[in-house]
C-alpha cells in the first residue's frame, strides 16, 4: 500500500504517543485514550490502525467505506456517524456540559478519542473514534 504525505504526517504525530498509551489504558482498565492533535485540522485523517481514510477535508463526510475500526464521527453541534446506535442513544446532553464530556468517557479501553479544533476565531472541534480490538 502507498501512503499519502498526510497519512504518514497524521502517523507520525501519535503514532508512539498511542502506543504507550493506549497499552498503559489496557493495564489500568481505563476509558478511551484522548488525544488532542490541532495540528491536523487542515489534514486528511486516517486510521491509525489500517491506514483507510476516514475524514477527507475537501469532500462532504460520507460513512461509505469507512473501515471498521471507526467507531463515530461527530462535531460541535452533534454526531455524523455512529457504528454501535446505543453510542447515540446513550447520549444525555442535560447530563453532560459537552459531547467530548460524553465520548471520553466511553467504556471502551481499546479505543482512541480524537479531538482536533479549528484554530482561532473559529474553535470548531471535530471528534473521531476508534476501538481497535
Known amino acids: 500500500m ?3 504525505n498526510s ?3 497524521t502517523i507520525r504525530t501519535y503514532s508512539s504517543y498511542l502506543s504507550d498509551n493506549i497499552i ?3 493495564e489500568k482498565g481505563k ?3 484522548t488525544v488532542e492533535l490541532n495540528s491536523l485540522a487542515d489534514s486528511n485523517i486516517y486510521c491509525p490502525k489500517c491506514g483507510s481514510l476516514v475524514l477527507e477535508r475537501e469532500q462532504p463526510f460520507s460513512s461509505e467505506g469507512l473501515c471498521d475500526h471507526v467507531l463515530f464521527v461527530a462535531h460541535d453541534i452533534g454526531m455524523e456517524y455512529v457504528k454501535d446506535k446505543s453510542i ?3 447520549y444525555d446532553e442535560d447530563k453532560y456540559e459537552h459531547l467530548t464530556d460524553y465520548l471520553s468517557n466511553l467504556d471502551i479501553t481499546t479505543g ?3 479531538q482536533i479544533y479549528t484554530p482561532a ?5 471535530e471528534y473521531i473514534g476508534f476501538d481497535f480490538k
Do not use: A, K, Q
Open 7 to 9: 497519512f504518514l504526517e
Open 88 to 90: 447515540e442513544e446513550n
Open 2 to 4: 502507498v501512503y499519502n
Open 24 to 26: 498503559d489504558n489496557l
Open 31 to 33: 476509558n478511551m485514550t
Open 112 to 114: 482512541l478519542f480524537i
Open 121 to 125: 476565531p473559529n474553535f470548531f472541534g
